[in-house]
């Protein structure tokens, strides 16, 4: 259990980074770390003690595995991630070339 | 971008094939260890990325490959959609993605029906992806604007 | 085992917080990888090398682009500011937290302990591994029970790449007549 309130502690620090910082990195690294205690908490869900990755071999027949169903979602939504990361990232490069900042407050002239 | 030094150069030269390989293996080997497209597919786009980081790189070279990179990558994506529909046909069933080729046995290479097949198309779409993001942020960015 | 999931997430709690605070842009990204690598080796711990391989690479290619990004801007930290919005903001993470904890709380509740679970939907997905003939059951989900899974992620990556492309590029490409 203190494993589950230790992700979603991980989770509230992503959530204190997004709401707090200024900083347009700052926000996009907040966004990724929320992501990752998300990914790590499905995966946390899904183990089995004294299980084996889920992998069929032949001297392991008789085995317990692990449940595969959470790894398999989650491993399209790491590669996702990494797509939406590179995204923000491109917004906030054009950002910075049109106003010079990465300060938020300062961006708030969209106006039109 | 300015490249490295020549020791850096040298070494990546070495080491750059060896990486592609690995992506390679990983990605055939997909059905039987643990890996798959996904994984198999990183890795060769960091086989790609290495070397530009390495020698630096011109602009209108880039240009020339970000093109063929996209045309890999739609490929891939089409690819992907004709093996579901070949399913659709020849498995007599009438299910999109179903498995229609012959399952083999267990745990050899040749096995899993479409199953490998799949992962390479994938191990594609996701290495032409990622070596695209690389280019467009790390070089396109140093682009200045009129 | 627990006890080193324990020590990765106290570390990867504290990389987190430092990558918040620091003041300088660089030493943030660096710890943000941190938390990163410490999620590769919980990865391994949990019996999950599948995501172990993807994580790795991922969280290379994530710094060497952010570097990148820096390195092309600015890397200095803008100058804390204090003013009444913190406090508007402190509430409202603090209301946030509580409702999350209130879900979360009730959410967690259903479930059984760490290391006690028991496969419900994915039992037909192990014992029909012979449907499949994949002898990797993540690959076996993946490509053919949830196929649909998949394709929607190869749409969802193309469409980043071509927005990513579509936002960064200034100088269209040349019409070749």
């Known amino acids: 259990m203190i494993l589950f309130i230790l992700c979603f502690v991980l989770f509230l620090i992503g959530l204190y980074g997004v709401v707090t910082k200024r900083n347009l990195i700052k926000i996009i690294i907040s966004i990724a770390i929320m992501e990752y205690s998300i990914n790590l908490f499905f995966i946390l869900i899904g183990y089995i003690k004294g299980a084996t990755a889920p992998i069929i071999n032949d001297e392991v027949q008789a085995a317990v595995f692990v449940d595969p169903l959470p790894q398999a979602m989650i491993l399209t939504a790491i590669v996702i991630g990494l797509a939406t990361t590179a995204l923000l990232l491109a917004i906030a490069i054009r950002l910075y070339r049109k106003y010079g900042t990465f300060d938020i407050r300062k961006i708030n002239s969209l106006k039109g | ?146 | 085992m627990e006890v080193y999931l324990l020590i990765l997430l106290v570390l990867m709690i504290l990389g987190s917080l430092y990558s918040l605070h620091a003041r300088d842009l660089l030493s943030a990204v660096i710890s943000y990888g941190i938390v990163g690598f410490g999620l590769v080796l919980s990865f391994l711990f949990l019996q999950a090398p599948d995501l172990a391989i993807v994580q790795v690479v991922v969280e290379v290619i994530t710094l060497i682009i952010m570097i990148a990004v820096i390195k092309n801007t600015s890397r200095e930290e803008l100058p804390r500011q204090t003013n009444y919005k913190i406090a508007i903001n402190f509430i409202i993470i603090l209301i946030f937290a509580v409702v999350f904890f209130y879900i979360f709380n009730r959410m967690t509740g259903m479930l059984s302990e760490f290391g006690d679970h028991f496969t419900r939907m994915a039992t037909p997905y192990i014992e029909g591994s012979g449907k499949t003939g994949s002898a990797n059951l993540v690959t076996g989900i993946v490509f053919d029970f949830r196929a649909y899974d998949t394709l929607g992620e190869a749409t969802v990556l193309f469409t980043a790449v071509i927005g990513v492309l579509t936002i960064l590029r200034i100088k269209g490409r040349k019409k070749e007549e």
């Open chain 2, 1 to 146: 971008m300015r490249g490295m030094t020549i020791i850096v150069r040298k070494i990546t030269q070495l080491v750059a094939p060896v990486i592609f390989l690995y992506g390679l293996y990983i990605i055939v080997h997909g059905h039987l260890t643990p890996g798959g497209g996904f994984a198999g597919g990183v890795i060769m786009a960091g086989a790609f990325i290495l070397p530009i980081l390495a020698n630096g790189s011109i602009l209108p070279n880039l240009r020339k490959e970000e093109a063929g990179l996209e045309l890999m990558e739609s490929a891939a994506i089409l690819g992907f959609l004709i093996i579901a529909g070949l399913g659709l046909l020849f498995s007599g069933s009438l299910i999109f993605f179903s498995n229609f080729l012959h399952k083999g046995i267990l745990g050899k290479l040749v096995s899993a029906g479409f199953i490998p097949i799949e992962n390479i198309v994938v191990g594609v779409e996701v290495c032409a992806a990622m070596t695209t993001i690389f280019i467009a942020l790390t070089v396109f960015s140093e682009e200045v604007p009129k």
